[in-house]
């Protein structure tokens, strides 16, 4: 298990917006390195944040969307979790949030017993919400069950299609 923090990426942000940008340009890509050489390496991803005004760590959605975006390959169809904890609201839009870029790659979304949420605002506290602490750990289970499956070659992956892209101006 290797546990890489958001702070410690370096994102390079360009100076516009837009959905059309290559990976080989120096808009939405995180510069190449070891840190997003690691999801070539990993069998799942669990990705947690805090929330912040309802929505998650922007720099955690930054990194998400941006070696999603440039490293697709190595990410596509492993499984993956999201977790949020808040101290009182946001959570589920949150726990949305991570989840959607999840599904644009085909990744199979490891559940647990209910939203993986937990509650707590200072350090510590979420250790004490006894109903967030027995769903991590339920969530801990599903997603040891699921990589184990996969390794002993138990769960074949279904065929993709090549994807289509569609916009609805015409």
């Not at 120096?26 to 669990?46: P, R, S, V, Y």
């Not at 946001?90 to 990744?107: R, V």
Request: glycine letters at 8%.
């Amino acid at each position: 298990r290797e546990t890489i923090a958001a702070n410690e990426w370096v994102v390079k942000g360009g100076n516009k917006a837009s959905s059309y940008v290559t990976p080989s340009t120096n808009n939405m890509t995180i510069e190449k390195n070891a840190k997003q050489e690691k999801f070539a390496e990993a069998d799942g991803l669990i990705g947690g944040s805090p929330v912040y005004y309802g929505q998650p760590n922007g720099a955690l959605l930054s990194i998400i969307q941006r070696a999603f975006f440039s490293n697709s390959a190595n990410i596509a169809g492993k499984p993956a979790a999201a977790i949020a904890v808040c101290r009182r609201g946001g959570a589920t839009a949150t726990f949305e949030a991570l989840n959607m870029p999840f599904q644009m790659l085909n990744m199979p979304i490891v559940t647990s017993q209910y939203w993986n949420i937990v509650y707590g605002r200072s350090e510590g506290e979420a250790a004490l919400d006894r109903e967030g602490m027995q769903t991590m750990r339920t969530l801990a289970r599903n997603m040891a069950w699921m990589l184990k499956m996969r390794e002993k070659g138990l769960e074949e992956a279904p065929q993709r299609e090549r994807k289509t892209m569609m916009h609805f101006i015409r």
